[in-house]
């Protein structure tokens, strides 16, 4: 009978440092699961993000129905739903080493869409690191 084939998946799961606008954090790469919903709730955000915009239009030009009020509101509320997922997953990838204060100031002063790009961006950098 032969050997079973030994797969390490070690080189992929180490912690790294990953630098931030300047903030030196360590980066713990989230597993498929983690990915997904990152993945999910950034499309919603965009996806309602947009919808949103159009409504604004609507209520600028004083066109907005009854109905639509109702929709811009249910909007922003899964916009605010999806935007706490990606808060949530991206100060538990990227930690400070200790009360997570940096991280949370970043999340906070930083506009959602420069989050996601950050995610993805470090994300990448660390799988292209670990393939090298």
Known sequence: MAEPLKI???KYTKTGKVDIDGN??????????????????????????????????????KTATEEDLNLYEDY???????EGI????FS????????????????DETPTVVIIQAFEDARGQAYDQQSA
């Open 92 to 107: 538990s990838v990227f930690t400070d080493g200790k009360d997570n204060k940096s991280v949370r100031k970043w999340i």
């Open 24 to 61: 030196i954090w360590d980066i713990h790469i989230p597993g498929a699961g983690t990915e997904l919903r990152f993945s999910q709730a950034s499309r919603a955000c965009k996806l309602y993000q947009a919808r949103i915009e159009l409504l604004d239009k609507k209520i600028d030009e």
């Open 86 to 89: 990606i808060f949530d997953i």
């Open 76 to 82: 922003c509320k899964k916009y605010e739903d999806n």
């Open 8 to 10: 390490s998946t070690s």
